[in-house]
Nanobody
Framework: QIQLVESGGGLVQAGGSLRLSCAATGRDFNTYGVAWFRQAPGKDREFVARSSRQGFKTYADSVKGRFTISRDNANNAAFLQMNSLKPEDTAIYFC?????????????????WGQGTQVTVSS
């Protein structure tokens, strides 16, 4: 079992930056992949970025070049650095761990989730 807690969300103006953190407790976090998803009001949860257990990183086209996923295995943590934020980035951002099977972009394929952190980008 892994518990995930996100932090770092907030209100920022368009063009600004935020760094989200995901603190993990439980066994084997460092051996699993980790991902970030987001969900805007009235929309489905969508894939943002992931770092595989081998360290391979993948990004949604909408955030490529602006967001960077990273992890600190020594401290059981993952991060999402978000630059050049846009109003359409406004959403609740979730950290996920352990890809149980299937495509990494599918939210249903990840087993462990945090409670989310709100990101609001004003125009």
């Amino acid at each position: 079992q892994i518990q995930l807690v996100e932090s770092g969300g907030g209100l920022v103006q368009a063009g600004g930056s935020l760094r989200l953190s995901c603190a993990a407790t439980g066994r084997d976090f460092n051996t699993y992949g980790v991902a970030w998803f987001r969900q805007a009001p009235g929309k489905d949860r969508e894939f943002v970025a992931r770092s595989s257990r081998q360290g391979f990183k993948t990004y949604a086209d909408s955030v490529k070049g602006r967001f960077t996923i990273s992890r600190d295995n020594a401290n059981n943590a993952a991060f999402l650095q978000m630059n050049s934020l846009k109003p359409e980035d406004t959403a609740i951002y979730f950290c996920a761990s352990f890809l149980a099977g299937g495509a990494f972009s599918g939210s249903a394929n990840w087993r462990f989730w945090g409670q989310g952190t709100q990101v609001t980008v004003s125009s």
